[in-house]
């Protein structure tokens, strides 16, 4: 990471470094913040425009300051927020986001990003979440891709487990998702399928060891994932995920991947007559074999029978149906999705227990 801030792409700029208070200190990011730099690690999971305010209002941005996110997921989003509403004033920003309005954005802030975790490719889109109090919107736009990404695989061996774990399945689901996506094309389907031809062979040693070359593959697999859905978007299970995490804790690829079970039995039905659905099992039979799914994430770590057990327990599945996020919903293949109630989920969770 030294030779990346001696670069020449940093002299004459003001380095906004964004961070966690964890990956700060297990970094020692301190040692790279110059006498005017500055170095914010206060970041919390899930962004909000409550701390970008709070942020703006501690940090005075220039117009030739340099953003520089070092994080998991929620620092990467964090520091797109920060490039991206610099130059607005912050009595417009609750708006712009309500309203989607991010083509009046005309300025942003150049952004650089390393992730310390990977799998969910934020680090090569221009999407980032934003939380208005509990409700969370999505923000899209060319200003917020970071014009430089740096992997430094030494620096994801940290990762717990539990994390490593959470973010394969993200991985594996987005480049999944993407292959049935409206949206996608030629170039976002060549990425999705290199994602899953990569991931899988190593997922559960990666999971398990402390390899830095398998988390140098991991990042290549983050890369590519990031660039399909860039493309294509995701669709219904990521759709479905959101208010399992809200609503119960779970990360955010495991709750992915639980969903996504529910949407792969359901897709059964249409791989005769749907070329995006047919294109996906083509992929998943190639390499893993589509019929086995729910026992490759267990052997991964995913304990099903617990979280079907939670859902059961504390889960109102009216209300999650009601949650879905419809736009994400419409991107998904063109099939009828009367099979998307509480009835049905709640037979097919069951009978996983059974």
């Known amino acids: 990471m030294i030779e990346l801030f001696g670069s020449n792409e940093f002299v004459g700029l003001r380095k906004i470094i964004i961070s966690s208070a964890g ?16 170095l914010y690690t206060e970041v919390l999971p899930n962004p909000s425009l409550k701390q970008l305010i709070e942020f703006f209002k501690l940090v005075q ?15 990467i989003d964090f520091s797109k927020l920060v490039a991206l509403f610099a130059c607005t004033p912050i009595n417009e920003i609750k708006s712009i986001i309500e309203s989607a309005r991010y ?15 990977f799998g969910s490719g934020a680090e090569q889109t221009p999407f980032a979440v934003c939380y208005i109090g509990n409700k969370k919107y999505s923000v899209a736009n060319d200003w917020i891709l970071p014009l430089r990404v740096e992997y430094i695989p030494e620096i994801n061996l940290s990762a717990p487990t539990s994390t490593k774990l959470a973010n394969v399945l993200d991985c594996f689901c987005q480049a999944a998702e993407s292959l049935t996506a409206r949206n996608a094309n030629s170039l976002s389907v060549e990425y999705a399928e290199r994602t899953l031809r990569l991931l899988v062979p190593i997922a559960k040693e990666y999971i398990e060891g402390n390899s830095i070359d398998l988390a140098a593959k991991m990042a290549e697999a983050s890369s590519l994932c ?4 860039s493309i294509s978007k995701t669709t219904g299970p990521h759709a479905m995920s959101y208010f399992l995490t809200a ?3 779970w990360k955010h690829g495991i709750a992915v991947g639980f969903v996504f079970t529910f949407f792969l039995e359901k897709y059964k ?41 939670h859902v059961n327990s504390d889960l109102d599945f ?37």
């Open 269 to 309: 039905p249409s791989i005769t007559d749907n070329v995006d659905i047919q294109r996906l099992f083509n992929v998943l039979d190639d390499i893993l074999l589509s019929d086995q799914i729910i026992q490759y994430f267990a052997s991964l770590g995913l304990n099903m029978r617990k979280l079907v057990s």
């Open 247 to 249: 609503n119960l804790g």
């Open 103 to 117: 083509d009046s954005i005309q300025r942003a802030l150049k952004l650089v990003a390393i992730p310390t975790l």
């Open 318 to 354: 009216s209300n999650w149906v009601s949650s879905v996020n419809l736009e994400r919903l419409g991107n998904g293949p063109d099939i009828n999705m009367s099979w998307l109630n509480e009835k049905d989920l709640m037979n097919f969770y069951k009978s996983l227990v059974k």
């Open 23 to 38: 990956t700060s200190m297990r970094n020692n990011l301190k040692q790279y913040v110059g006498p005017y730099d500055v």
């Open 61 to 75: 941005l220039k117009e030739k300051d340099i953003v520089i996110g070092i994080g998991g997921g929620s620092v």
């Open 226 to 229: 990031g660039k399909a859905i």
